[in-house]
RNA sequence: GCGCCCGUAGCUCAGCAGGAUAGAGCACCAGAUUCCUAAUCUGGGGGCCAUGGGUUCGAAUCCCGUCGGGCGCGCCA
């Protein structure tokens, strides 16, 4: 038995299944059917049952019946299958399943068999997914705009790696454009200021941020005032290493109080010296793809300083962009775009597939990089590597209800040191995933930090603690966590259970669909199951997880509890936040 | 003008690759701890799912139009 085939969920997708075969060969159903539509999923009313699925109302209309007359032999064929206790039509045609409670007991005892693995799943196959987030320019340190996509990023990784993919975490460093010729000239005014020259104030154009001027003053220390009056060109290229260098540095710092840790920095610069980019130009104008010509002025806006001018341009108008795009400059250097093209070749030829997390507002880049992507990785005339760009919206900074506006080059932004060191990893995190992420949030740094109490990541965390202290409470009074009388364990408690026993089936479609925060939403929907079955020994006694004189009752509840604690720290840990034992 | 994303309760948001009576938190109201920490629980009010069409057994969900908000539309990065 594989991993994704341990839990009751998948189980009886299976059991459906192959009831349907059982069908097709008994010549009751046509044979052939798609089955694609087919669903086993537990109803939201629970009073309908434990499982429900709409095989009949899908499958009906192509065999030539009609839902309730398929309804009818389809359950008498799923009630061959023992742990069926029931199974009845409802509705327009729905099928409800009702299990015998010792499928759930059983369900529970693995989760204990399986531990930190609960929910781990094998539907990767193994194949190398290389997951690029956060890639923030090394210009500074990492602000609160950069934070969501690192954290919805990362908890995407991970949750593929816990459904059998092996994943690359990459971050792609802009080294290379004009951007860190103007962290050079920054630095090296700080350079000057170290070495007690007076510069004034910091140029218009030059980043201003204080962050910079360690930076100087490790130059200086390095370099004494070799270069303090030397022309930029002796300096420029020695600046600009050392201070993007220093850059990352603090951006890993930053990242790291959030517990993002990257595998792979890759150059910009260092791809474009090693050649990458013009063998990739060579192929695509090989293939066509790339050409010698000029480009229209821009719509939409009107540019004084427009020059036609003879570009090579890569065709992404053939693939729905409105308009083709050059890889390189006038100048002969190359565009952003010509060597994110030449990168992400690169990267496919070590992944199966290739996930790109961004911000918003590069959604404008999407067509032509997929464009570009589809052509150079289907060369040998295969199918092109799967790629997807996943966006996530915009997060609008207000404090107290003001926006807050920010910019790099002002020197004016809120750090995401800044507001981690105010409120925690854990609400930061859980905040940026408790919404989905292509719609745009609002982060109101005063409201997080004062409400950063009612933060719904504590309540989660407090179910975890909660289980964990009625856990040592037992074992003060000689109560042991007990799979041996589970069926102690009534409706109340198996409700708990039928709960908990969705958390293989969440994260694998959490997975699918690349959206992290439907894990965060289910933790929230069992911690409040938990609390509220807890509080069900308020009244009463007998209810409670430690049944004084009873060590047989108390050991199965705390088995069911450690159960209950064990898929909320899978989940949480699947998260990158903290299932502590204490709050 | 064009492209992408969004529009669900007073507010912040879910709604599980179309499914049964649209949910949660906050806020508001009314209750529950001699008993495992109340960082919890129970109950209540509150929604034409922006809007108009379409697809089908069935639509908050898919398609088209309209309105409203955001982002983008340079050889920038």
């Not at 594989?2 to 009751?8: I, P, Y």
């Not at 290389?130 to 990023?153: D, F, I, K, L, Q």
């Not at 170290?194 to 001027?213: F, M, N, Q, S, W």
């Not at 063998?279 to 010698?292: F, G, N």
């Amino acid at each position: 038995m594989t991993l994704g085939q341990m839990n009751l969920h998948a189980d009886f997708a299976r059991v459906i299944d192959a009831a349907l075969g059982a069908l097709e060969t008994a010549g009751t159903l046509p044979g052939g059917l798609n089955r694609g539509a087919v669903t086993c999923e537990p109803p939201r009313d629970p009073s309908h049952g434990d499982l429900s699925t709409n095989a009949a109302m899908v499958l009906a209309k192509p065999a030539g019946t009609n839902p309730r007359a398929l309804a009818a032999v389809l359950v008498a064929e799923l009630e061959k299958e023992p742990r069926v206790v029931s199974a009845e039509i409802a509705g327009p045609g729905f099928i409800n399943l009702r299990l015998t409670d010792d499928s759930w007991r059983g369900e529970l005892a693995l989760i204990a068999t399986a531990g930190a693995d609960y929910g781990r799943s094998d539907m990767g196959g193994g194949k190398v997914v290389n997951v690029e987030y956060v890639s923030a320019n090394p210009t500074g340190p990492m602000h609160m705009g950069h934070c969501r996509g690192a954290v919805v990023g990362d908890a995407l990784a991970d949750l593929l790696a816990y459904s059998g993919h092996k994943v690359i975490k990459e971050y792609y460093v802009n080294d290379a454009g004009a951007q860190v010729d103007v962290l050079a000239r920054s630095v090296h005014i700080r350079y000057l200021e170290a070495l007690g020259r007076d510069v004034g104030a910091i140029p218009e154009g030059l980043y201003p941020g204080d962050y910079l001027v360690p930076v100087g003053q490790a130059l200086a220390a390095e370099f004494g005032d070799k270069y303090a009056d030397a022309p930029e060109a002796d300096w420029l290229i020695t600046f600009r290493t050392k201070a993007v260098a220093a850059m990352m540095d603090m951006i890993r710092d930053d990242l790291a109080t959030l517990g993002i840790r990257h595998d792979l920095f890759s150059s910009e610069a260092q791809l474009q010296a090693s050649g990458k980019v013009d063998e990739a130009e060579s192929w695509l104008r090989a293939h066509d793809l790339v050409y010698d010509g000029v480009l229209e002025a821009p719509k939409g806006k009107t540019l004084e300083d427009w020059e036609a001018v003879e570009l090579p341009l890569f065709r992404s108008t053939r693939f729905g962009d409105d308009q083709d795009r050059p890889i390189k400059k006038s100048n002969g250097a190359w565009t952003y775009f010509g060597a994110d093209l030449a990168y992400h070749f690169q990267k496919a030829q070590n992944a199966d597939a290739l996930v790109d997390i961004w911000g918003a507002d590069h959604a404008g880049t999407v067509k032509r990089i997929k464009a570009a992507v589809a052509a150079l990785t289907s060369a040998d005339g295969g199918t092109a590597k799967p790629f997807e760009v996943k966006l996530v919206q915009m997060v609008q900074l207000l404090r107290d209800g003001e926006p807050v506006k920010m910019s790099k080059r002002s020197g004016n932004f809120v750090t995401l040191s800044d507001v981690v060191d105010e409120v925690g990893k854990d609400v930061v995190r859980f905040t940026m995933l408790t919404r989905k992420p292509d719609a745009q949030m609002d982060f109101d740094f005063a409201k997080v930090v004062e409400a950063s109490k009612d933060n719904p990541v504590f309540y989660v965390q407090y179910a975890h603690a909660r289980i964990c202290r009625n856990i040592r409470k037992g074992a003060d009074e000689g109560f042991v966590p007990s799979s041996e009388n589970l069926s102690l364990l009534g409706e109340e408690e198996l409700a708990l259970v039928k709960l908990a026993a969705q958390f293989p089936r969440m994260v694998e479609a959490a997975a699918v669909a690349r959206e992290p925060h439907r894990i965060a939403f289910f933790l929230h929907d069992l911690a409040s199951a938990f609390h509220s079955f807890y509080n069900l020994g308020n009244d009463r006694p007998e209810k409670r997880f430690i049944v004084a004189q009873d060590p047989v009752m108390s050991g199965a509840r705390l088995f069911l509890a450690q159960q209950i604690g064990q898929v909320i720290k899978n989940g949480l840990a699947l998260l990158g936040v903290e299932a502590a034992s204490e709050l």
